[in-house]
């Protein structure tokens, strides 16, 4: 380096000073901040070449043969001055004493990887979570090789006795092995990436609130790509939660609980709080300069959160319908319990198909949620007018005939919202579609898979 270090110096400065291309100035900078790297290390190294027959300081560095006292070091060292690449420096020139042995050297570079992570902690304070989970997981992914590597490679020197310790370490052997180290802990953990930020998000833990706004930075509406792709995941999550609590409602049916009622109560307030958050981040979006697709993609978020929105409001009022049916001690009819069932799989399968499709934006997949919703609105007909009939009979009383017709109405209006979803998710690909145009052009045209599905759904769920 001290060849060739004065060169990428002159070069630096004048790339610096007299450059107008950025990127030559970045460049004159790196080359000017290497320099001023080797000038130091070689600095270091003429004043530690003294100390090569200095029998105090060849005592110190053999106490820490002992792997634990190294690594100690190497970390100490290294947080206090905060660079690791000027502690590594620092180890090579006293390497050039001669006093510094490979087996003192391993243990002193595995501590300086962990110390390095002090830059990044001190930075993190007072910052965001995310931040602050950005910070520990580069500190798990220090830690985690650190222990790894040393548990191997001290348990193989306990079988092997690998001689080269005992050899003396130069800088270019410390430069190797540093080098080496990091290469392979980043082949063993980038694998386990996931796992580590999950350990940094369990040690600094997000309520439900805060995870979703965390997710939904206000810095990304700077870029509406990015923010539509936040809001888009945010908005999946939403859709599972207005699904599942229709699923959990249908189930209180068949066999109510305190439990599950209150657990459809608080999927409805989660997904009132999704629709708040998510309203809002979308109004502000939708102010910023965007192209026709993401115009299309917004429209569909906005119009779809709604929906969602609505779905969970009607697991709320069926889950009240069961809650009242449990605490009258009453229940439907043979024959109506077996018509509810037949009406509740074909909602279970719309909304199925509504949020998958709308997950995965799946135009092809749309289509086949309104020959079904069409199904279910003949359903829901047939169904009220067999429920008269049996009032009429006397095999149901007039006060199951209200529940019975409340069931059904929501039942016809979750498969609406369904059709919705389905119609915007089209609409996005096809910027300019009305609302409703494709729903009246299947109404006006004879649409061969229109036709095709409607008579699939209309068998698969026909009434006894």
Known sequence: PSSFTPILAMIGIVFLM???????????????????????????????????????????????????????????????????????????????????????????I???????????????????????????????????GMVLFMIVFYGLNSILDFSFLKSLANPVTIAIFHTVFNILSTVVLLPFCDGLVKLACMTIKDSPEEERGSVL????????????????????SMAQVAKNSIVRAFELLADYSEEGFNEVGA???????YEDLLGTYLVK???KNVTQKESGELSLLLHSINDFERISDHAVNIAESAQ??????VSFSEEGRV???????????????????????????????????????????????????????????????????????????????CSNIAVCVIQSAHVGYETHEYIEM????DDEHFKKMFREFEFKYRLP
């Open 285 to 287: 979006l939708s102010s």
């Open 217 to 236: 930075d206000p810095r990304l509406l700077d870029t509406p790509s990015m923010a539509i792709w936040a809001s888009k995941n945010v908005a999946d």
């Open 110 to 144: 595995l501590g300086m990887n962990i110390g390095t992570c002090i830059t990044s902690m001190l930075s993190s304070i007072g910052t965001s979570k995310d931040a602050r989970r950005t910070a520990l997981t580069n500190l798990y992914f220090k830690v985690v």
């Open 267 to 273: 999927m409805e307030e989660e997904v009132d709080r």
């Open 339 to 417: 018509d509810l069932d037949i009406i509740c799989r074909a909602i279970n399968e719309i909304v199925d198909r509504a949020v998958d499709v709308f997950k995965r934006e799946d135009t092809r997949g749309a289509t086949n949620v309104e020959p079904l919703e069409d199904v279910v609105d003949i359903l829901q007909v047939e169904l009220k007018n067999r429920h008269v009939e049996r009032v009429r009979q006397g095999k149901c009383t007039i006060e199951m005939g209200y529940i019975f017709n409340d069931l059904v109405t929501d039942f016809e209006r979750v498969a609406d919202h």
């Open 442 to 445: 299947l109404k006006r045209t």
């Open 18 to 108: 007299f450059s107008k291309n950025g990127r030559r100035k970045d460049l004159g900078t790196i080359f000017l901040g290497f320099t001023v790297l080797m000038t130091g290390i070689s600095m270091m190294t003429e004043s530690m070449e003294p100390l090569a027959d200095d029998p105090g300081f060849q005592a110190l560095f053999l106490q820490f043969s002992n792997p634990v006292l190294g690594m100690l070091l190497g970390a100490g060292l290294t947080a206090l001055i905060q660079s690791s690449s000027a502690s590594v420096g620092i180890l090579q020139a006293l390497s050039v004493s001669g006093t510094v042995t490979m087996g003192s050297a391993i243990p002193i």
């Open 324 to 329: 009242e049916m449990f605490e009258k001690q």
